[in-house]
């Protein structure tokens, strides 16, 4: 089997773009702004999250959330409730790839890994899986 690694190097004008949607994303959540939150997030998102049941002692996947729904959840409060000095986050962009990215956003609670898409010169955040930071943590 013959292979070869295909090297695309993003510009920063994406790097700034990419940049910005993942930073939409976490601060619209913090402020509860669910107009911005629906400007990064492509329409069919799907986004889902890991969960540790303790009855069944197993990890679940919850049901996924749909760009509506968190544009919802967003409007209703999001992390708004979160003290000032707690909304803290990090964006970490992992891979860019053409029109694809993969990023990394760490928050005070959560650990958000986004998937982008590169759409008529706009990102879009087409995936997420995240996971609580601290709390619902089961066996490792």
Known sequence: MLSFFVMSTPTSHDIDLITQTSRDYIEAWYSAD????RRCLHPDLVKRTLLYDPEKETWLLRRPSNAEMMVEFTGKGGGSDTPE??????IIIQDVFRHIACVK?????LMDYLHLVKLNERWFIVNVLWELREGEIGPE
Not at 34 to 37: D, G, I, L, N
Not at 105 to 109: A, D, E, F, L, T
């Open 34 to 37: 669910a107009e911005r939150m």
């Open 85 to 90: 000095v707690e909304r803290t986050y990090e």
């Open 105 to 109: 956003v760490i928050s005070r609670y």
